[in-house]
């Protein structure tokens, strides 16, 4: 199959691993990965270079001379072009850019002042179209899919760190190892323009398993479960973030699974 | 193998929406009608200050210039204070503008007057007592980073450690998205034959 099948570039294949690919493309080069051992070589090498740019870059804002920046801030005068105009939501704009400080911090900086709108019309069950989709792309895995040695620690916290820097959540992997299935890889994967994070496993009794996070700023919700695609779906929500366990093995035993996650990955 | 079916609604309706909140791109800007004003603005560049210096010091490699590039994309920031769409991302703008001058005017400007750069190794190291392991890889990473042509360096920062989309890296730098996957696949090839050790982990095989 190799023969007739284009062997993608690197740029796709760095589009892949940073979940820039819509989702039929991403499949597509996923396919490649999973059957073409020279596109899997290619895939691995630059995969390699998900380090822990986060992590790493951290400690340099704390090296910024904040003080002498801020004095430096507040001695510029106020340019006569700048005529303030004074808009309606002033003081929400205010609160909005107040707000920006505090989310600074997680290295989150969002729209979050339109969260109390955007919440109001974002009820309902428009949440779960992720999940729709997701379980369309879980639904082609096979075990085979996923088949290999289960990566080590080092390598899972590599995989591990391209999704926390894009979902502005810590994933360490003790956090999201499930017990009595094996993680087998992070991928990060796109879904209407916003990173979604799909974690792996594989259960040596059902088959495929997955932990699929997005942001999301619906509000918290209890596990509930729902049934996809022939899989079923445990799903959850924290103030900033929505997660589905999607899988083949029962529901009890999923929402088992759920709950350890949950556990663990509780903010 | 058994799969228990269950009993609960299928939920349906598929339909656009915005499941995954509203941190996304400029590209979806929240509709919002007011002009930002200067006042906001500057309470904005407040929040951001540290980050925009990390972004000069990425982009220079020297620190007094970080403080220049800091300075400048305050001042223009304000003077453009009407052009801020409000409801897009102020960082993103920010790093736009910081971007431009750091090519337009400090860059060319140096290499003019042939000051040109130290290759300032030590530049971008955290230093301090008592380097844990945690450190020495940072380090590492740093070094990586420090060691690639400005242009891919610069793509890297935005979309690794900031954690913005193509699309927006792309508006930063004012180039292609094509371009900036380009620099990020270039980025990649070259780190990925640079790491070893533990950085690597076993992952590298």
């Not at chain 1, 997680?106 to 992720?130: P, T």
């Not at chain 2, 610069?154 to 193509?166: H, K, N, R």
């Amino acid at each position: 199959m190799s023969e007739s099948t284009q062997f993608p570039s690197d740029e796709q294949l760095t589009a892949f691993i940073d979940g820039e690919l819509a989702p039929d493309e991403a499949a597509r080069i996923e396919a490649l990965v999973q059957t073409d051992a020279r596109v899997a070589e290619r895939f691995e090498l630059l995969s390699r270079a998900s380090l822990p740019f986060g992590a790493a870059f951290e400690p340099l804002l704390s090296q910024a001379p904040k003080a002498a920046l801020e004095a430096m801030l507040s001695a510029i005068p106020l340019p006569a072009s700048a005529k303030s105009e004074p808009a309606p939501a002033v003081a929400g704009r205010r609160r909005f850019l107040g707000a920006l400080a505090a989310c600074l911090v997680a290295g989150v900086i969002a729209d979050r002042a339109f969260i109390g709108v955007k919440r109001q019309l974002a009820k309902g069950d428009e949440g779960s179209e992720w999940r729709a989709v997701v379980a369309e792309y879980i639904a082609l895995y096979t075990p085979d899919t996923l088949v290999g040695p289960v990566p080590s620690n080092a390598a899972q916290a590599a995989q591990l760190a391209v999704l926390e820097t894009k979902l502005g959540l810590p994933l360490p992997p003790e956090a999201i190892a499930l017990p009595d299935v094996d993680f087998k890889r992070a991928l990060l994967l796109q879904y209407d323009d916003q990173p979604l994070a799909q974690i792996a496993y594989l259960d040596p009794e059902t088959g495929p398993l997955a932990l699929c996070i997005v942001r999301s700023d619906d509000g918290s919700a209890a596990p509930r479960v729902e049934g996809r695609k022939g899989m079923n779906v445990v799903y959850w929500a924290t103030p900033a973030h929505a997660f589905m366990l999607i899988g083949h093995a029962p529901v009890d035993r999923m929402q088992a699974l759920a709950e350890a996650a949950r556990a663990r990955l509780a903010v | 193998m058994v799969v228990a079916h269950t009993p609960f609604p299928a939920y349906s309706r598929p339909k656009r929406s915005l499941p995954a909140g509203p941190a996304g791109s400029a590209a979806k800007p929240v509709a919002e009608v007011a002009i930002a004003s200067e006042a906001e603005i500057r309470s904005g560049l407040t929040d951001h200050l540290s980050r925009l210096w990390r972004y000069g010091l990425v982009l220079s490699r020297r620190r007094d210039v970080a403080d220049d590039l800091v300075q400048q994309t305050c001042v223009r920031a304000l003077e453009r204070a009407p052009q801020f769409q409000s409801g897009t991302r102020l960082d993103r703008w920010l790093f736009s503008i910081l971007n431009s001058i750091w090519l337009n005017e400090i860059r060319s400007r140096r290499v003019r007057q042939g000051q040109g750069f130290v290759n300032a190794e030590e530049v971008l190291v955290i230093d301090g007592a008592g380097l844990t392991e945690a450190h020495v890889m940072a380090n590492q990473v740093l070094r990586l980073v420090n060691a690639l042509p400005e242009a891919q360096r610069a793509a890297v920062f935005l979309a690794y450690v900031e954690g913005l989309s193509y699309k927006e890296v792309a508006g930063v730098l004012d180039i292609p998205i094509g371009t900036v996957m380009s620099r990020l696949a270039a980025a990649r090839a070259t780190l990925s034959g640079s790491v070893t050790g533990n950085l690597a982990g076993e992952g590298g095989r």
